[in-house]
């Protein structure tokens, strides 16, 4: 963070402890501003246009089918047991996983 700083007035003129203190907050608070607009922003436009919330929710389904695909079964070692692992009280993944709802309800 210090050397996108580094030639600022401001910053060149902070004693230790305020350039301390400032990173501290850029590396704490930063990150999350931005991401809960996005977050508020999505969900505006998922209920103001229809067509948005439909193409976020094929991206979603391509990004699971991707991830899932990606993991080769997951937790489990292949697709086929990671089908009946969702399906098991025991799998970590079974209440958490977009994917499990794509697999049937939890027998």
């Keep these: 963070m210090d050397h996108h700083?580094?030639?600022?007035?401001?910053w060149d003129q902070a004693d230790e402890h305020a350039r301390r203190i400032?990173?501290?907050l850029l590396e704490r608070r930063l990150p999350a501003?931005?991401?809960?607009?996005?977050?508020?922003?999505?969900r505006r436009?998922?209920?103001?246009?229809?067509?948005?919330?439909?193409?976020?929710?094929?991206?979603?389904a391509r990004a699971t089918s991707r991830a899932w695909n990606a993991s080769k079964g997951c937790c489990c070692g292949s697709a086929?047991?990671?089908?009946?692992?969702?399906?098991a009280p025991s799998c970590p993944l079974r209440r958490?996983?977009?994917?499990?709802?794509?697999?049937?309800?939890?027998?």
């Design 22 to 24: 400032l990173a501290e």
């Design 5 to 10: 700083l580094t030639g600022l007035a401001v």
């Design 96 to 107: 958490c996983c977009s994917v499990s709802g794509a697999l049937g309800s939890p027998r």
């Design 45 to 60: 436009l998922d209920e103001e246009i229809p067509e948005f919330a439909l193409w976020a929710e094929s991206l979603e």
């Design 33 to 42: 501003a931005p991401v809960a607009r996005y977050d508020e922003i999505h």
């Design 80 to 87: 086929r047991a990671a089908t009946r692992a969702f399906t």
